[in-house]
């Protein structure tokens, strides 16, 4: 019997929010043997759009935000887990509306999994990723940015999301840890922040809310240029309609821009890892194959 892999995620309000969330959806369709769409009650025609895809392979779940949860965005992990927990395959992919893979790489992600399902020490599989800045033509080299995170997991094994991004194992009630993981031996095409300036800032609204924080005020034009590089692959073909339509084209960096403290501290540690050969950037996983 074949590894049957489920797909899924969660959205709200996708359209008013700039989130590429049908490319994001179609990207991953030709791997999957379902995928699941915890669609949150909201103020645009987000649901009926998902619907029109018409993909006999996806299935919703409507579902009602907890306005009253702002406690570092667990709002985004209880409806990441609710569509978790709705998947019925061998392994479970979790794609965030604003990220997708290449089509080009679905037979290395398909293969990975083959390749490790039969080893329990690994319980999820890791990609690279690619930060987009301000347009498709960069993406950020910060260690400040995560540079790889697990997006694929056994369906089979006690998981659960503290926020949004990733996810702890846990087992006989004890405490979370970070899932023992394989590389994916693929990338994830992250396009959140190359949407329209004024779409981000309502993101980032949104996303103060639930974290009880400030709202970030965000102008791509005032970002440490030594953060970035150029772009120098293709864009999965599925995103490239929302990419000419619904992304910023040209980022013009404010030649006066002063890096912040924090920036600094990057392009310091970014300093050290060329020297070093090392990855200062976060993990939540552990690798062991």
Known sequence: MSVSISGFTFIRNGVD????FEASIRSLLPLVDEF?????QGSDNTLDRVRAIADPKIRIVETLWNERMADRGFVYAQQKMIAQYSCTGDWAFYLEGDEVVHEAELAAIRASVERHHSNAAVEALVFDYHHFYGSPEWISISPGWYRR?????RNTIRSYAPDGQYWLVTSEHKRGR??????????IYHYGWIRRNEKMQKKADQVSKYWATPA???QYSQFDRRALAPFKGTHPHVAQEWLANDAEQVLNIDPSYEPTPKENKYHFM????????????????????
């Open 17 to 20: 929010l700039g989130f590429p």
């Open 270 to 289: 970014r300093q050290v890892e060329t020297l070093v050969g090392m990855d200062f950037s976060r993990k939540h996983f552990k690798l062991v194959a």
């Open 149 to 153: 995170e697990c997006r694929l997991i």
């Open 36 to 40: 699941v769409v915890a669609v949150g």
């Open 216 to 218: 970030v005020q965000v």
């Open 178 to 187: 970070n899932p023992h993981a394989a590389l994916a031996n693929a990338h």
